[in-house]
């Protein structure tokens, strides 16, 4: 509190010094000193002032809660001492709005004076509220033992099927138990699932082992039992579904056995498979497609090819003499491949030209995906999903301790992986926003899932392990 004496030069000498101590038996009480006092109502202190007989005066009410603060006078014979308070604080207070003044420890918001760090509408800062049923404790919310909070409220994720394992994961009608929201299996006994792919007409996969086949599933909501569409193929590995004809065209990747066979396929709507391209080495394996034209990975032989879908001629090989090239993914201009041994995920325009290097000094990288200008990536050794400007820049990483992630896919809201894990019961599928947060479990205990892919509101992967064709809810 500021103390301002106004007093005249001739008022001073004529004033003796008993004005000043003359009745004063408690030293905290100076004759023209003030103290703040609790006024009712808003106007939260007005002003107590010390009297010559060394008491206080009755607290002045009269212009607290005031932008200017509270002011009050008094005279002794010729002379005016003249007090005022401001809201800077002052003794066992501190400064608020408009002038009022709050204890120790306490902060004016609305109009009250609280505490942020117990209360729970102005929890940490005025204004800051806490999630129904939540306490503030030392100023941050905390919400009941096994929930969490999800936006204005506390939510038990292990059980509630809107906010499943995490805030907004919505099972879809389905229960939620133990974080989990149920699986649905859409094909058991697939011998070597790998390839993936979703579309309105609806799921397939491949299954090499002793099928050796392309199997689908036409309505995922209400499964019925799987149908082949190729049969008699050659280790068959990962798939992809093309946009470039009317109706929905499939490209396979038929790895080869021994440099014998090894082909990409295609295969228009419900007509008979055909080459896309053959190759005289076997190693084929991972396929992508944008407008016109189907990329994919010779891993063995370390190149990367382009062929136009529509009008299939003489395939392109967009580059070569690559260490061990894993995984591919397009967008409308460029496309995108990791190198597992060489540790570095690369670009290139799809008519060809020079790579280019956008991440480097990787723990070989396995599964990528490309959306809105940026491409996302799974590292093996490292376990972490990591992301990349898709130009090049730092690599920002989105998630951490994974166990072998290996397929990845993104949407507009969050990139997607399989964990192949370490045992036959310990893959997981999860899922990350694309700016980074906390990752939720979509399913738990898989036999070494796979491969992956996306509709609106489902996640579909294959099971190497367990030779199985799951969905669940995104």
């Known amino acids: 509190m500021r103390i301002l004496f106004a007093l005249g030069g001739a008022a001073f000498a004529s004033l003796s010094a008993a004005a000043f101590v003359s009745g004063c038996t408690d030293s905290a009480c100076t004759e023209g000193r003030q103290i703040s006092c609790a006024c009712p109502g808003a106007k939260l202190t007005g002003v107590q002032l010390c009297q ?79 999630p129904e049923t939540a306490s503030c404790t030392k100023g941050a919310c905390v919400c009941p ?15 509630d099927a809107t906010n499943c394992g995490g805030c907004g994961h919505d099972c879809l009608g389905g229960m939620c138990a133990s974080g989990l929201c149920p ?26 082992g002793v099928n050796q086949k392309v199997m689908r599933v036409s309505d995922p909501a209400t499964p019925s039992a799987p ?15 093309s946009t470039a004809n009317p109706s929905t065209t499939l490209v396979w990747a038929n790895h080869g056995i021994m440099d014998t066979n090894a082909s990409i396929k295609i295969l228009v709507a419900s007509g008979m498979p055909a080459d896309l391209a053959a190759s005289a080495k076997d190693g084929l394996w991972s396929v992508a497609t944008e407008g016109d034209f189907a990329f994919w990975l010779n891993r ?72 809105d200008n940026f491409v996302y990536f799974a590292t093996d050794t490292s376990g972490e999903v990591s992301r990349v400007a898709a130009a090049g820049g730092k690599v920002e990483v989105l998630a951490t301790a994974q166990s072998h992630p290996t397929s990845v896919a993104v949407d507009a809201s969050f990139v997607y992986w399989t964990n192949h894990g370490t045992t036959d019961a310990d893959g997981t599928v999860m899922k990350a926003p694309i700016g980074g947060g906390k990752s939720i479990v979509l399913a738990a205990a898989q036999n070494k899932p796979l491969q992956l892919a996306l509709d609106a509101t489902h996640v579909y992967f294959s099971t190497l392990g367990g030779k199985t064709i799951v969905r669940v809810a995104k």
């Open 300 to 371: 063995t032989e370390g190149e990367l090819w382009r062929e136009n879908v529509k009008t299939p001629g003489t395939p392109l090989k967009l580059a070569s003499s690559l260490s061990t090239p894993f995984d591919v993914a397009t967008d409308a201009a460029y496309v995108y491949w990791t190198d597992y041994s060489a540790g570095d995920v690369r670009r290139i325009l799809h008519g060809g030209g020079m790579q280019q290097i956008i991440a480097k000094d990787l723990a070989a990288p396995t599964g990528v995906a490309a959306r």
């Open 145 to 159: 033992p096994n929930q969490v909070a999800c936006g204005d409220k506390c939510v038990a994720i292990l059980t």
């Open 52 to 130: 010559a007989d060394g008491t206080y005066g009755a607290c002045d009410c009269s212009a607290s809660g005031e932008g200017g603060g509270a002011a009050t006078s008094t005279t002794t014979g010729t002379t005016t001492s003249t007090t005022s308070t401001t809201s800077t604080g002052g003794a066992g207070g501190q400064g608020g709005e408009g002038g009022q003044m709050c204890p120790m420890g306490k902060e004016l918001c609305g109009g009250s004076c609280v505490d942020t760090l117990t209360d729970e509408k102005h929890c940490g800062a005025c204004e800051t509220a806490c």
């Open 227 to 241: 149908e082949t569409i190729a049969s008699a193929q050659y280790l068959p590995r990962e798939l992809a579904i």
């Open 183 to 208: 699986l649905s299996q859409l094909a058991t006994g697939q011998e070597e699932a790998y390839g993936i792919a979703v579309d309105a007409t609806g799921v397939y996969w491949t299954s090499a």
